[in-house]
T-cell receptor, first 112, second 114 residues
Framework: KAGVTQTPRYLIKTRGQQVTLSCSPI?????VSWYQQTPGQGLQFLFE???????NKGNFPGRFSGRQFSNSRSEMNVSTLELGDSALYLC???????????FGSGTRLTVV | AQSVTQLGSHVSVSEGALVLLRCNYS??????LFWYVQYPNQGLQLLLK??????LVKGINGFEAEFKKSETSFHLTKPSAHMSDAAEYFC????????????FGAGTILRVKS
């Protein structure tokens, strides 16, 4: 069974630009969550999607958005990038939350 | 609200020694608890999970954890450390409801000395 696939693995963007990250969940998993990992703030929840609907959202500004497609693939978008958005962005998929979440390898975003 | 505290941001053990990584949680509802491991430039790998069945949970790579409700703890142990165990370990809590988030601790970096 293929794992969670995140693309691209690395990105370098300039302040003010926007970026789109992609996540393909494990086949059959309909829940996709996104997390931001930084040295200062640790792992923080961004949002969760299930069947193309956002079910939960973390405490991030509106510049952070996401969506999920009918095949459960998900994208997250960050507009008007700031230096502080530099982070490892992790995607996780699940069949049901209590069974655990499988994480992808992440996308390392650097904003310069 | 749920929270996780991991005692010790860095733990150092000798190869072959006992590994003990501490995790205490706070939850207003019966928790679902997880331990993840992260190697450099990698995502998170699930080591084990507690989902209200047996209180002693066995995971991959010889790790296990015991859920102690009275102590609100879920410490991770391994009888004998191996060099390949060197990584960062995260404890996380969830209320188990679909759609709800994992709340992570700050992480513990495990160093294994030869």
């Amino acid at each position: 069974k293929a794992g969670v696939t995140q693309t691209p693995r690395y990105l370098i963007k300039t302040r003010g630009q926007q970026v789109t990250l992609s996540c393909s969940p494990i086949s059959g998993h309909r829940s996709v969550s996104w997390y931001q990992q930084t040295p200062g703030q640790g792992l923080q929840f961004l949002f969760e999607y299930f069947s193309e609907t956002q079910r939960n959202k973390g405490n991030f500004p509106g510049r952070f958005s996401g969506r999920q497609f009918s095949n459960s693939r998900s994208e997250m978008n960050v507009s008007t990038l700031e230096l502080g958005d530099s982070a490892l962005y992790l995607c996780a998929s699940s069949s049901q939350g209590r069974y655990g979440y499988t994480f992808g390898s992440g996308t390392r975003l650097t904003v310069v | 609200a749920q929270s996780v505290t991991q005692l010790g941001s860095h733990v150092s053990v000798s190869e072959g020694a006992l590994v003990l990584l501490r995790c205490n949680y706070s939850s207003s509802v019966p928790p679902y608890l997880f331990w993840y491991v992260q190697y450099p430039n990698q995502g998170l790998q699930l080591l084990l999970k507690y989902t209200s069945a047996a209180t002693l949970v066995k995971g991959i790579n010889g790790f296990e954890a015991e859920f102690k409700k009275s102590e609100t703890s879920f410490h991770l142990t391994k009888p004998s450390a191996h060099m390949s165990d060197a990584a960062e370990y995260f404890c996380a809590v969830s209320d188990g409801r679909d759609g709800n988030k994992l709340v992570f601790g700050a992480g513990t970096i495990l160093r294994v000395k030869s």
